[in-house]
């Protein structure tokens, strides 16, 4: 996997990776890999047809049988699952909630990473998730880890969900952020953690801009760089 072009970013629930992940990308003219939205739709699929999160092997069968697309409309990510437009009904907070077990299983992480490995593997990218850079494409050129505050997060967070419609209660949201985190680092296969050479960023105080100004300095031209 040494040729891979990819820029990896990493990070717990709320840090901004998506929004920075598509500046990055727009600025580079590399696709944007969002992980998140592809075990949520493993999520939203399992919950709709009543498959028991539980049961491992159902799950990674289900995951193994879903045609999983991330397209982009005017600069805006839609994900398709089986053809049907599910980029909002993922982002729901039952979703979020479940994802967390779903993404735990063995099997649907396989089928996940190697979904992911061909995408970076067909264009240079952006991928953004918890595992990246030290599981999916531990070769990348650049990897990044984004951190924050909890509070920030939990306000970053919030904007989103608000954004979608939804009723926020911000104690109540800090505490299920808290939970994910936790959950999301102490899974046994393809953990939150930070990898050994990546860059990390404590993104509190800083808007989305700047991260992604941030990253673009380390960065460089690096489709240019790439072509020499
Ligand atoms: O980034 P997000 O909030 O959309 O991710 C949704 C869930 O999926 C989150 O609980 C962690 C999990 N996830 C994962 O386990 N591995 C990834 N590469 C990306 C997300």
Request: charged share 30%.
């Amino acid at each position: 996997m040494s040729h891979v072009t990819v820029i990896t970013i990493d990070g717990p629930v709320g840090v901004g990776k998506s929004t920075v992940a598509r500046l990055v990308a727009a600025e580079l003219g590399y696709f944007h890999i969002d992980t998140g939205a592809m075990y949520r739709s493993v999520t939203l699929a399992a919950m709709e047809r009543r498959v028991n999160v539980a049961d491992e092997a159902a799950l990674t069968k289900l995951a193994q049988s879903l045609k999983i697309e991330l397209k982009y409309t005017d600069g805006q990510l839609r994900v398709y699952c089986d053809g049907r437009d599910v980029t909002i009904a993922i982002r729901q907070p039952d979703v979020s909630k479940n994802t967390s077990p779903v993404a735990d299983v063995i099997g649907v992480r396989q089928c996940m990473v190697e979904q992911q490995r061909q995408l970076g593997l067909a264009q240079p990218s952006v991928c953004e998730g918890r595992d990246i850079g030290t599981v999916v494409f531990p070769d990348a050129r650049w990897k990044f880890y984004l951190d924050a505050s909890l509070e920030e997060r939990t306000k970053r967070h919030a904007q989103q969900l608000r954004e979608l419609g939804n009723q926020v209660e911000l104690e109540e949201l800090k505490q299920a952020i808290r939970a994910r985190d936790q959950h999301d680092r102490n899974r046994p296969y393809g953990p939150l953690r930070v990898a050994r050479d990546a860059v990390i960023i404590d993104t509190t105080g800083i808007g989305q801009d700047e991260m992604t100004r941030i990253i673009r300095a380390f960065v460089g031209d690096a489709s240019r760089r790439d072509s020499s």
